[in-house]
């Protein structure tokens, strides 16, 4: 099956800095999705992004379907930008996501 | 609109006890998904429910089961408890007719085997 991979597995920064994360994938999706789980495990929709760039306040997000993989960037990072950031892709319309291991990122004051 | 609602949120169960946990979509959603996280395996998908429809499944053994109702709300059943059970279960609507389509997640239910 498919095999998502996410680097760094675990960041440390202080706030205010800049960071990528990124999520490679071994085969063609159809499908990818950015998350942040939160303290509480709730998974938050970041992006729905299987190709392209978007961007939304300090996030912003890019996916190169060819080369087969996406990066999430957070700048300015915050305090409340702590968590896990799970990418998951979808392949060929299957109707499920498969997650990577996801990035835990803790932002220090 | 509002989103994915699990109940309930903690539940403590019994090894060999059975458990039934519920998710309402999001309104017009037709499509939920089960997955199941631990620190271990990390997030796996249990099934895809469509139309009152098993579309798809994952590799969980038969204890896992699950149904979804007219009004799209899905429940899902673990029978004979085990330990290893013990995980965050959450639930996702999209309103995709066809594959995952974007997935917006509930909150969860924590189960804790013991």
């Known amino acids: 099956g498919i095999q998502v991979e996410q680097s760094p597995p675990d960041l440390i920064l202080q706030e205010g800095a800049n960071s990528t994360l990124r999520c490679n994938f071994s085969?063609?999706?159809?499908?990818l999705q950015w998350f942040h789980q939160n303290p509480w495990g709730q998974l938050i929709n970041l992006f729905y992004?299987?190709?392209g760039t978007k961007q939304n306040g300090r996030l912003s997000a890019t996916t190169v379907a060819t080369e087969r993989y996406s990066l999430l960037y957070i700048s300015s990072s915050q305090t409340t930008d702590s968590g896990v950031y799970f990418c998951?892709?979808?392949?060929?319309?299957?109707?499920?996501?498969?997650f990577g291991k996801g990035t835990k990122l803790s932002v220090k004051p | 609109k509002a989103g994915v609602t699990q109940t309930p949120r903690y539940l403590i169960k019994t090894r060999g006890q059975q458990v039934t946990l519920s998710c309402s979509p999001i309104?017009?959603?037709?499509?939920v998904s089960w997955y199941q996280q631990t620190p271990g395996q990390g997030l796996q998908f249990l099934f895809e429910?469509?139309?009152?429809?098993?579309?798809n499944k994952g590799n969980f053994p038969g204890r896992f089961s699950g149904r979804q109702f007219s009004n799209s709300r899905s429940e899902m059943n673990v029978s004979t408890l085990e330990l290893g059970d013990s995980a965050l279960y959450l639930c996702?609507?999209?309103?995709?007719?066809?594959?995952?389509?974007?997935?917006?997640f509930g909150p969860g239910t924590r189960l804790t085997v013991t």
């Open positions: 996702a609507s999209s309103w995709a007719g066809t594959g995952a389509g974007e997935q917006y």
């Open positions: 085969d063609s999706v159809n499908n």
């Open positions: 992004i299987p190709s």
């Open positions: 998951a892709v979808e392949r060929g319309g299957q109707g499920n996501l498969i």
């Open positions: 309104s017009g959603h037709r499509s």
């Open positions: 429910y469509f139309s009152e429809t098993q579309r």
